[in-house]
């Protein structure tokens, strides 16, 4: 018996649609393996369609108040808690996360966001007006850019939508949102959600592949093009955007250090560290998976950090004991085993290691330690539940091996001495710092990196200000 597979379609000018030429993807929960849905696999018609729906959206909603935006924004916030339930049963489905983790650690701050932008777009700040020529006033306005084009990635699909189309819309902005090709669900759950709330035209979905994306960052029509996801992809939509000279918004990579010093509190940090590393298997940017820890207690701390990764459970999503659910797709169950297969003679396998059961994409919980600072795996992003460990004498080369890769988005520093935790905050080359902690976001302050991490905020009012233009506007005094 074949069971019929769900029917996923976009979302343009405030219809749902199949794509123009009928093709289809099957989506597969990665908790199983198995299809359960189709999704269109959106073309240049697809793209031309939505990018013309939100053109002639952009006029109307540019010209709405904040007060009108606010109120728009904190209605789709209420209706998102409201229908909790069947968004976590979505992402769940999309995903494999845990039922119970993605309804406590996602959809609550999912909700908080909207509701921070609804109140940010009564907020901008801008300079006050003033006569800095005699006989002349200027003033200074922020405006939106126009219609945004963003693409969201299949790690968190539902948190990291809103971070995108939350922002633009306070601003008085526009948006086709493209989610991932294994993760559409929720978005086009979303999508059903706001229909009742946002005129048409506003927000578009338009599920597809990586030439979906690419024909969407390439379209004359976005003023802005902005995308979560690899360093790879985001090099090609920063040289495709080069063309026509559009802003862009990268969030790409990390390989987060997690500096531990002797003074720490090692109880506290291989608990937080364990969670922090393991939590969403590892497919997080942020996650505390490359450990620094001082030479004079790094046996100690790997037997501990060994010991809760086999304590830590991997599991089907409606397993109340598990923290982490499946990779999300079989290339990238390969590509984590590829990093363990691949390791050098001088690494040691503390824990895990291997696959987890024959169904779905799962993986344990690994701990690597003995590694160098030009390991593969200690270089280039995992993504995956694997912590490794390295060892350092003091708080200088600390620093040299925390700084010494391509990313720098996140990092943690864990001592309790004041003094040096100032100075390594200080000095290490990272868009967000935490001491004594590990991947606590909040709406208020900004997220996002340097170096190859890419450029631009979420969250805050600087991903705010990131979705504006800023214009001169100078009048006479005789006139």
């Given at each position: 018996?074949?069971?019929?597979?769900?029917?996923?379609?976009?979302?343009?000018?405030?219809?749902?649609?199949?794509?123009?030429?009928?093709?289809?993807?099957?989506?597969?929960?990665?908790?199983?393996?198995?299809?359960?849905?189709?999704?269109?696999?959106?073309?240049?018609?697809?793209?031309?369609?939505?990018?013309?729906?939100?053109?002639?959206?952009?006029?109307?909603?540019?010209?709405?108040?904040?007060?009108?935006?606010?109120?728009?924004?904190?209605?789709?916030?209420?209706?998102?808690?409201?229908?909790?339930?069947?968004?976590?049963?979505?992402?769940?489905?999309?995903?494999?996360?845990?039922?119970?983790?993605?309804?406590?650690?996602?959809?609550?701050?999912?909700?908080?966001?909207?509701?921070?932008?609804?109140?940010?777009?009564?907020?901008?700040?801008?300079?006050?007006?003033?006569?800095?020529?005699?006989?002349?006033?200027?003033?200074?306005?922020?405006?939106?850019?126009?219609?945004?084009?963003?693409?969201?990635?299949?790690?968190?699909?539902?948190?990291?939508?809103?971070?995108?189309?939350?922002?633009?819309?306070?601003?008085?902005?526009?948006?086709?949102?493209?989610?991932?090709?294994?993760?559409?669900?929720?978005?086009?759950?979303?999508?059903?959600?706001?229909?009742?709330?946002?005129?048409?035209?506003?927000?578009?979905?338009?599920?597809?592949?990586?030439?979906?994306?690419?024909?969407?960052?390439?379209?004359?029509?976005?003023?802005?093009?902005?995308?979560?996801?690899?360093?790879?992809?985001?090099?090609?939509?920063?040289?495709?955007?080069?063309?026509?000279?559009?802003?862009?918004?990268?969030?790409?990579?990390?390989?987060?250090?997690?500096?531990?010093?002797?003074?720490?509190?090692?109880?506290?940090?291989?608990?937080?560290?364990?969670?922090?590393?393991?939590?969403?298997?590892?497919?997080?940017?942020?996650?505390?998976?490359?450990?620094?820890?001082?030479?004079?207690?790094?046996?100690?701390?790997?037997?501990?950090?060994?010991?809760?990764?086999?304590?830590?459970?991997?599991?089907?999503?409606?397993?109340?004991?598990?923290?982490?659910?499946?990779?999300?797709?079989?290339?990238?169950?390969?590509?984590?085993?590829?990093?363990?297969?691949?390791?050098?003679?001088?690494?040691?396998?503390?824990?895990?290691?291997?696959?987890?059961?024959?169904?779905?994409?799962?993986?344990?919980p690994t701990v690597v330690s003995g590694l160098k600072q030009d390991?593969?795996?200690?270089?280039?992003?995992?993504?995956?539940?694997?912590?490794?460990?390295?060892?350092?004498?003091?708080?200088?080369?600390?620093?040299?091996?925390?700084?010494?890769?391509?990313?720098?988005?996140?990092?943690?520093?864990?001592?309790?001495?004041?003094?040096?935790?100032?100075?390594?905050?200080?000095?290490?080359?990272?868009?967000?710092?935490?001491?004594?902690?590990?991947?606590?976001?909040?709406?208020?302050?900004?997220?996002?990196?340097?170096?190859?991490?890419?450029?631009?905020?979420?969250?805050?009012?600087?991903?705010?200000?990131?979705?504006?233009?800023?214009?001169?506007?100078?009048?006479?005094?005789?006139?």
């Amino acid at each position: 018996m074949t069971t019929e597979l769900r029917r996923l379609r976009n979302y343009i000018g405030g219809e749902f649609k199949d794509a123009a030429d009928g093709r289809t993807t099957e989506v597969v929960n990665p908790a199983t393996g198995e299809a359960y849905a189709t999704a269109p696999l959106s073309g240049q018609a697809d793209v031309d369609a939505a990018m013309a729906a939100a053109a002639a959206a952009f006029p109307g909603w540019r010209d709405t108040t904040p007060a009108e935006r606010q109120k728009a924004l904190l209605k789709i916030a209420d209706a998102f808690e409201a229908r909790a339930d069947e968004l976590v049963a979505a992402e769940s489905e999309n995903t494999g996360k845990p039922l119970g983790l993605t309804a406590s650690e996602e959809l609550p701050p999912m909700v908080d966001q909207i509701r921070f932008f609804a109140g940010a777009a009564r907020l901008l700040e801008g300079r006050s007006a003033g006569e800095y020529m005699e006989g002349l006033t200027s003033i200074v306005r922020r405006e939106p850019v126009g219609v945004c084009a963003q693409v969201a990635p299949w790690n968190y699909p539902m948190m990291m939508a809103v971070w995108k189309f939350a922002p633009a819309i306070a601003a008085g902005n526009t948006v086709v949102l493209k989610p991932s090709d294994t993760t559409p669900a929720s978005t086009v759950l979303m999508a059903e959600i706001i229909d009742s709330v946002l005129p048409k035209g506003v927000f578009n979905v338009v599920c597809g592949d990586r030439e979906t994306g690419k024909a969407m960052v390439e379209h004359s029509t976005p003023a802005m093009a902005s995308i979560t996801g690899s360093v790879r992809a985001g090099m090609q939509v920063a040289e495709s955007a080069s063309k026509d000279v559009k802003r862009v918004h990268l969030e790409l990579g990390g390989k987060a250090p997690v500096v531990v010093f002797e003074d720490a509190d090692l109880a506290k940090a291989v608990e937080d560290i364990a969670v922090a590393g393991y939590f969403n298997a590892g497919q997080d940017c942020t996650a505390a998976t490359r450990v620094l820890v001082h030479e004079s207690i790094h046996d100690e701390f790997v037997a501990a950090l060994a010991k809760a990764a086999s304590d830590t459970k991997t599991g089907q999503p409606d397993d109340e004991d598990v923290l982490y659910g499946p990779l999300n797709n079989p290339n990238q169950l390969k590509q984590v085993a590829g990093f363990i297969e691949r390791l050098p003679a001088h690494a040691k396998v503390e824990a895990g290691g291997h696959q987890v059961g024959e169904k779905g994409y799962f993986y344990a919980p690994t701990v690597v330690s003995g590694l160098k600072q030009d390991d593969e795996i200690i270089q280039n992003e995992v993504f995956g539940p694997v912590i490794t460990v390295q060892s350092f004498t003091d708080e200088s080369q600390a620093l040299e091996y925390a700084n010494g890769v391509e990313f720098a988005l996140a990092s943690s520093v864990w001592t309790k001495n004041h003094g040096r935790a100032m100075r390594m905050s200080k000095n290490l080359d990272f868009g967000c710092v935490w001491i004594n902690t590990h991947i606590p976001l909040v709406a208020e302050m900004p997220h996002g990196g340097f170096k190859k991490s890419g450029y631009g905020k979420d969250l805050s009012a600087y991903s705010f200000e990131d979705y504006t233009r800023i214009k001169h506007v100078m009048t006479s005094l005789d006139g």
